[in-house]
């Protein structure tokens, strides 16, 4: 995530501007961005809803220092919280039936998980591999069920491993150790607000190998986070009665920068940007910081270490304690608003692409399949996207 202390340059679209103080949401994206960035360094922070109050910690950092700072804040022994898919395969069992499905599941913690190793461990699939042996844990069923799901989601924006220390806090006492407060509602709210604030802050024409005529808008959101880009191919805003091509890429940095042959994404990438420099009004590619659907590139080769112990894309993204797809469809829909381009055909073989854009507005007057044969490496993955994301092959 983008260091939240990096100032914005002045806006070049008057009365938008990124990271305004005046402008509710900028303040309440800030206490998200603020208290991601301290669970990111193993610093606590406290989460309130509701008259109650949590002090969260992330298993991944937390160090000595931090469970020490925890302690003082918490009214009652820590538990880990952790995403049910998660959940179920640090116990070893399918998670209690009464918590509703994919709900955080509470686990109590006895004094010798109680260290930064250890949670790590329990946090990581990844790790647990390293170091096999089963730890003594018994489930929390009766934790607050009313924060836990923020306290998940709080992780999820931070692409942090969905795995929290958590107790009930004093938030007086918390304060007084200058832990960051953070409301429910805040977090909740985080990926709509950030979506809804995309502002366009910058533009400029950059020829590409297969496009000449192609220029890159930059779209930030108020909390001053990681940027998203269009790439526009030609005049798509010229198209008349029929709708111009469009394609929602989500970034990928081992198959667009690197080549990797794990994937689809560099051949699609690229291959997108050519088909639209043929069309007559060109066309729209949305380069989304949507890093491995959503979970970011470290969960990402977390997930490719998986994936080479047997799981699939699917299974080894709910091994993390993620979703399947964790993406927002919000900011595409958002950044084409603010492009002109209401109407599009849409370049995927993703029907979920089209359904939710679809659900945000965006009318999307047809499909373009947008197939690469496989090349050897990701034939499974291709696979498992037509058997289990429903990916159309025509
Ligand atoms: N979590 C995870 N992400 C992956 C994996 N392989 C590729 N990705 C990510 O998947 C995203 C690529 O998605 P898209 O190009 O939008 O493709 P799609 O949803 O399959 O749909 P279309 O290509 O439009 O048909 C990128 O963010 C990649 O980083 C994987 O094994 N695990
Ligand atoms: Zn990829």
Known sequence: MADVSTRAPAPLFPGRAAGEETDPRAAAMRAVHRAVSDLRRGTPVLLEGGGEALVLAAAETVGARGLAELARAALAPPVLLLAATRAAAVLARPVPATAPEDAPVAIRLSPALLDPDSLRRLADPVAEQLLPEAPQIMPAPGFSQALSPAAIALAKVGRLLPALVAAPASAAAGTRLGLLSVGVAEVLGYPATAAASLTRVAEASVPLQD?????????????????HLAILVGRPEEAGEVAPLARIHSECFTGDLLGSLRC????????AIARMAAEPCGGVLLYLAQEGRGIGLVNKLRAYTLQDGGLDTLDANRALGYGADERDFRVAATMLEALGLPRIRLLTNNPDKVAGLSACGIEVTGRVSHLFAANGVNDAYLATKKARFGHLMG
């Open 264 to 271: 689809d994404c560099g051949p699609q990438l690229h291959g």
């Open 211 to 227: 496009a000449p005529e192609a220029r890159i808008a930059a779209f930030r959101a108020a909390d001053g986070g990681i940027e």
